[in-house]
C-alpha cells in the first residue's frame, strides 16, 4: 500500500458500512497492519510471520501443516512465511519424527537470539496501539472479539 489508510475520508458516503461490526474491525485490522509493518519492516517481520515465530518457538517440531491450520491459512500460504523465515535463519526444517514426507519446524539460534527484540518490538506496538484503553477496557475488547462467531 502506497497511501495511508484513511478509515473516513471526508466527503465519501459509507452507506451501510458504517453500521457493520465487521467493517469497523477491518478498517482497525488495516490501521494496526500498518503501524506494525512500520515499526518492524526494516526486521523484515510481518504479522504472519511474527504469529509463525510465536507458534514455532511455542511448540519446536511442529510440522508445516500444522502450522497452516494453527494460523486458519492454505499449505500454501504457510509455506510462503516458513521459506521466508527460513531465509532469514530465523527458522530450520528438519524431518518430523515417525513421518518421512513431513518437515518439523524449529528456530535456529540465530532464531531463538532475536525474538527478546522482535517480542519486544510488537509489544510496544500493541501498547502504542492502545494506550487509550485501560486494562479493564483491553480486557473485555479481547473478550468481545473472542464472542465473534463464524
Given amino acids: 500500500m502506497s497511501e495511508r489508510f484513511e478509515p473516513q475520508r471526508p466527503g465519501v458516503d459509507y452507506g451501510v458500512l458504517d453500521e457493520l ?15 506494525f509493518d512500520a515499526r518492524l519492516g526494516a ?29 486458519g491459512i492454505a499449505r500454501s500460504g504457510a509455506l510462503a512465511i516458513v521459506d521466508a523465515l527460513a531465509a532469514q535463519d530465523l527458522i530450520e526444517r528438519r524431518p518430523a519424527p515417525g513421518d518421512g514426507r513431513a518437515q ?3 528456530l535456529t539460534d540465530h532464531g531463538r537470539s532475536r525474538m527478546p527484540q522482535i517480542v519486544k518490538l510488537v509489544r510496544a506496538h ?12 483491553l480486557a473485555t475488547l479481547r473478550a468481545l472479539l473472542e464472542r465473534i462467531r463464524t
Fill in 126 to 137: 500493541d501498547r502504542d496501539l492502545t494506550e487509550g484503553f485501560s486494562a479493564d477496557e
Fill in 21 to 35: 461490526a465487521g467493517y469497523a474491525l477491518r478498517r482497525a485490522q488495516i490501521r494496526m497492519t500498518e503501524a
Fill in 43 to 71: 526486521e523484515g517481520i510481518t504479522t504472519q510471520r511474527f504469529s509463525a515465530l510465536v507458534l514455532i518457538d511455542a511448540n519446536p517440531g511442529l510440522k508445516q501443516t500444522e502450522l497452516a491450520a494453527i494460523m
Fill in 104 to 106: 518439523a519446524l524449529h
